[in-house]
């Protein structure tokens, strides 16, 4: 029983890819009501249910109340973009590192598309922030925006810092919506 549809997506992409694998450290971001989050605790074995795999870590975070879940700590009432978020991440990661940065977050809908899709590629931007402090080399970073002018622009700053870097659009994800993800694989730490 998930908490919300949007667990579909990201049980689509990970059959897929595999990006989420037991043992493994994952941040979902933008993480309420918490379906992606089910999705990630089952799969890295955060609840440890499979006690011959290794148990992996799940750390979630929103703007809103996310409700408590098995397995995943949780950071409501918390900002992703900013910095101190980001500290309190590197306090709660093993080692301070993650494997997988996941994030459908959402900026609260405007009415105008334009708007949208600027307010949500700038939060976006602010990952790559998180990646730099965070992300082990070689992890990935799953990553929701909405089609328009600046997509290619986040486009091309992933792949400075990724070897891949592909547009997805799940066949969960509503046809006639902007919605699309960024699948970016291989993470090489910026050269300063
Ligand atoms: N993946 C979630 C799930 O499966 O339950 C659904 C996520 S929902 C589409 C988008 C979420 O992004 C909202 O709960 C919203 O509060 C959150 N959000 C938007 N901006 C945020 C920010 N700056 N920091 C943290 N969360 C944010």
Known sequence: ???CRSAFKLLEID??????Q???SVVDCGAAPGAWSQVAVH????AGTDPAAPPGTVVGIDLLHIPPLDGAH??????????????????????????????????????FREMDHVKLIT????????AEK?????GSLLCKYLDGILAHELQEKLSRVFNSVQTLKPNASRKDSAERYFLARIYKKPEK
């Open 134 to 138: 965070i992300l082990l080399p070689g």
């Open 74 to 111: 949780f950071l409501s009432c918390h900002d992703v973009t900013v910095p101190p978020t980001h500290a309190k991440l590197l306090e709660l990661l093993p080692g301070g590192q993650a494997h997988v940065i996941l994030s459908d977050m959402a900026p609260n809908a405007s009415g």
């Open 22 to 24: 037991p043992g493994f």
């Open 43 to 46: 799969r890295v074995n955060s």
């Open 1 to 3: 029983n998930f908490r």
């Open 15 to 20: 059959d897929k890819f595999r990006l989420l």
């Open 123 to 130: 939060m976006c931007f602010t990952l790559l922030d998180l």
